[in-house]
């Protein structure tokens, strides 16, 4: 439950970022792209979709994506996300088979950088 709700929140954040936040919009730019973050039982997650500087985002896990951060459980992908050590979790539950990426790293990797533009 805690996961899912965060993954709302973060949407909630994006979306007001994509009108009101200068750098972000600017971030957006052109990009179209679906990043997917879920469990990989596939019962929580939420789809992340960029329309050339538009933002939406849809719950659940089964959505057609780019991109998938991939989490082994909603508690570890919980406590990672939240994590002020971010990066270093994030790398660490990489390492330990916690989290994998399915599809174009470096759309993620475009992701987590608006994510920080926004989160600051």
């Keep these: 439950m805690k996961f899912?709700?965060?993954l709302f929140v973060l949407a909630q954040k994006l979306k007001s970022a994509?009108?009101?936040n200068v750098a972000y919009k600017k971030h957006l730019g052109i990009m179209q792209l679906r990043?997917?973050?879920r469990?990989?039982?596939g019962k929580r997650g939420r789809v992340?979709?960029?329309d050339k500087g538009a933002f939406s985002s849809v719950g659940g896990a089964h959505h057609p994506c780019d991109v998938a951060l991939v989490w082994i459980?909603?508690?570890t992908?919980?406590?990672v996300m939240t994590s002020k050590t971010g990066d270093a979790d994030t790398f660490k539950a990489a390492a330990e088979g916690k989290v994998r990426v399915e599809g174009m790293v470096p759309y993620l990797q475009w992701f987590t950088d608006g994510v920080k533009l926004?989160?600051?």
């Design 48 to 50: 992340f979709i960029f």
């Design 35 to 37: 990043v997917l973050i």
């Design 39 to 41: 469990t990989a039982d």
């Design 77 to 79: 992908a919980f406590r």
């Design 118 to 120: 926004v989160m600051g």
């Design 4 to 6: 899912s709700l965060l």
């Design 73 to 75: 459980d909603p508690e």
């Design 18 to 20: 994509a009108k009101r």
